[in-house]
């Protein structure tokens, strides 16, 4: 099956700075690649996606890249702020008709802001 | 407000005793899961719904059950032959079986006594 592999599980970085965190997937058929941001004592949030077909999406200061070839993909937080401070998932999703249940999940990256 | 509930927030289990963790949704999705989350792992999948009246077993399903009698319900119980219950249980739900996008309720932590 797929494994997805999430790199750091911690990251701090100053306030104003970017942040970057990778995830790596092992099957070339994946072709749905979520994130999602986790706030202490709630429920992950879907935050940005990218399918296979396209390599970069933005959505304000955040963007993801996606490099098919070398099956990684990669979360980019510009100017962040305190309220970025969460633990963020990737995902990768390989079933061919689509569905929440092909999704598997990385271990998640601690992001911590430092005022 | 639309979302997902998830009751209760805090849940304690004693040794050999099955326990319920409720999860309702006004979104009117299709389908609902339910995820397992233990510290510093990933999310893992124990059953999801794609219709009512009919679930699948998820990777980790052994020593749970679910329901699936109404589109707005997916109650999950954690029986006495899971081990090691103690986690942090998410229900989540998709807007129809073949849409990726997930919305997650707020968490039941379950711990044992």
């Known amino acids: 099956g797929e494994n997805v592999e999430q790199h750091p599980s911690t990251l701090s970085v100053q306030e104003g700075d970017s942040a970057v965190i990778k995830c790596t997937y092992s099957?070339?058929?994946?072709?749905?690649f979520p994130w999602y941001k986790q706030e202490l004592g709630k429920g992950p949030q879907l935050i940005i996606d990218?399918?296979?077909?396209?390599g970069e999406k933005k959505d304000q200061r955040i963007a993801v890249t996606l490099n098919k070839t070398a099956k990684h993909f990669s979360l980019h937080i510009t100017e962040t702020q305190p309220e970025d401070s969460a633990v963020y998932f990737c995902?990768?999703?390989?079933?061919?008709?689509?569905?929440?249940?092909?999704?598997?999940f990385g271990k998640g990256t601690h992001l911590i802001i430092q005022p | 407000d639309g979302g997902i509930t998830q009751s209760p927030k805090y849940l304690f289990r004693k040794e050999g005793q099955n326990v319920t963790l409720s999860c309702e949704q006004n979104?009117?999705?299709?389908?609902m899961y339910w995820y397992r989350q233990d510290p510093g792992q990933g999310l893992r999948l124990i059953y999801y719904?794609?219709?009512?009246?009919?679930?699948q077993k998820g990777d980790i399903a052994e020593g749970y059950s679910v329901s699936r009698e109404k589109k707005e319900s997916f109650p999950l119980t954690v029986t006495s032959a899971q081990k090691n219950p103690t986690a942090f249980y998410l229900c989540?739900?998709?807007?129809?079986?073949?849409?990726?996008?997930?919305?997650f309720g707020s968490g039941t932590q379950l711990s044992v006594l």
């Open positions: 989540a739900s998709s807007i129809w079986q073949h849409n990726e996008k997930l919305f």
């Open positions: 719904s794609q219709i009512v009246n009919d679930f």
């Open positions: 099957d070339s058929a994946s072709n749905y």
């Open positions: 990218i399918r296979s077909n396209v």
């Open positions: 995902a990768a999703s390989m079933t061919s008709g689509g569905g929440a249940d092909g999704l598997t």
């Open positions: 979104l009117n999705h299709d389908a």
